[in-house]
């Protein structure tokens, strides 16, 4: 299977019948695209980390769990440090990180930890540069980022900033963004981010990356299907997806991107239900999952997925424990690892 055929564009994914193995094309050669994950309980564990309860009128600390590889239910996990929603989350293999915020009377600056492995409750790990919610996050296995975003009085920021989560201390500055933007979505290759979409308050259809391991402003994508913001992405080490968000109106169209070329993103297919703002979005090598969210007039607890190496719609996987919007999600499967 050594001889490419010349029509073979940049990023087609096949299935090897001599390796058994999925495998994409750089351009150059066929590599094959890595689907390991950690064994906690048979496969990559899903967080989604605060947010706000319509049942109790409050921004909540509750953290809750799901086993990525299962569809079932998703279980408690522990507390946040704060009580908060419109987070960004972000993590490791071994660490989640939850960002960022807004709490009832102001933006929050405040970056927990968890372990992935365990459950039990968040502890501090620093701050991020200026108290902001509503931004989008990524990370590899070394580094977490976090752009974008808007302080309490609403006032947008182009800012990104980065950690080192094996360690604890304050974030420091990487870069810009494409623009002062809020209410964007994220995902990761090991060396590349994607930030996409967002509004300014204009939505956006930009799609911009940047090298993770070095610091720097965003470069050039492409562009989404569509304006939109509220938009939360999945990925794998080779594609990216993009579900949900206001066109202005609720969407349930997925986009994908192949994350080591540059160019526009295309359809992919349909999520389970139109979210309008406020889920939390978490991935596996094999699975992209989205989870609660807002759809007027009311929050939601469904929980749906795809399978990210084919293109369709999205499928129940199961409800959280509570209604919830405007969470953040994280994984030590996704496509960073």
């Known amino acids: 299977m050594s001889n490419i055929p010349q029509e073979v564009p940049t990023g087609a994914i096949r299935y090897n019948t001599d390796s058994n193995k999925m495998e994409c094309f750089n351009g150059t050669k066929w590599m094959q695209v890595a ?47 704060v009580a908060r929603s419109y987070v960004t989350s972000c993590g490791s293999r071994s660490r989640g990180l939850t960002l960022s915020g807004s709490t009832p009377s102001a933006a929050s600056d405040v970056i927990d930890y ?55 201390g304050d974030a420091v500055d990487f870069g810009d963004i494409y623009d002062t933007v809020d209410y964007l979505g994220a995902c990761q290759s090991p060396t590349r981010g994607i930030f996409a979409g967002g509004q300014t308050p204009t939505k956006l259809n930009t799609i911009g990356f940047v090298t993770i391991s070095t610091t720097g402003n965003t470069s050039d994508f492409g562009d989404l299907t569509e304006n939109r913001r509220f938009l939360q992405g999945v990925s794998n080490s080779t594609r990216g997806i ?16 192949t994350i080591a070329s540059t160019g526009n993103a295309a359809d992919f297919g349909d999520d389970l239900i139109a979210r309008e703002e406020g889920n939390a979005a978490m991935s596996s090598p094999t699975r992209g999952v989205w989870a609660g969210g807002f759809v007027s007039p009311a929050c939601r607890d469904e929980i749906s997925y795809i399978a990210i190496l084919t293109q369709g719609n999205a499928v129940d996987f199961g409800n959280l424990s509570a209604i919830t919007s405007s969470s953040g999600g994280n994984s030590n499967g996704h496509g960073g690892l």
């Open 114 to 168: 968890v372990t992935f492995a365990s459950t039990g409750n968040a502890s501090d790990f620093g701050d991020i540069d200026t108290a902001r919610s509503c931004g989008a996050a990524l990370s590899n296995n070394t580094r977490g980022l976090t752009g974008g975003g808007q302080a309490h009085n609403g006032t947008n920021y182009n800012t990104i900033d980065y950690v080192t989560i094996a360690s604890t």
């Open 35 to 81: 689907v390991s994950s950690p064994d906690l309980n048979g496969g990559a564990r899903g967080l989604i980390n605060g947010g706000y309860s319509p049942n109790t009128s409050t921004h909540t600390n509750k953290i809750e769990y799901i086993n990525i590889s299962s569809a079932a239910n998703a279980a408690d996990f522990g507390d946040l440090t």
């Open 242 to 257: 993009f579900g949900s968000g206001a066109t202005p109106t609720a969407t349930t169209v997925l986009d994908y991107i």
